[in-house]
């Protein structure tokens, strides 16, 4: 049955509420294990500078380019 208001059937409805995929993931963000909690500091492992590619020359505890 046709709802008369905007011209759509039932289910149509359940079609546009459906969840979308995120529109944007960062490939940079840090992947879970890549970092860990030192007091009020979020510190990043090896692993992550590694898969990120480069120094920032903030000296980081734990970076492989120094």
Same mark, same amino acid.
């Given at each position: 049955?046709?709802?008369? *208001?905007? =011209?759509? @059937?039932? =289910? /149509? $409805?359940?079609?546009s509420? %459906?969840? /979308?995929?995120? %529109?944007?993931?960062?490939?940079?963000?840090?992947?879970?294990g890549?970092?860990?909690?030192? =007091?009020? &500091? $979020?510190?990043?492992?090896?692993? &992550? !500078?590694? +898969? *990120? =590619?480069?120094?920032?020359?903030? @000296?980081? +505890? !734990?970076?492989? &380019? *120094?």
């Open positions: 049955m046709s709802d008369e *208001r905007d =011209g759509k @059937d039932a =289910g /149509s $409805l359940a079609d509420t %459906a969840p /979308s995929a995120p %529109a944007y993931i960062d490939p940079t963000a840090p992947l879970p890549e970092t860990y909690i030192d =007091g009020p &500091y $979020l510190v990043f492992n090896e692993a &992550y !500078h590694l +898969r *990120r =590619g480069y120094c920032c020359n903030s @000296d980081c +505890r !734990h970076c492989p &380019y *120094r």
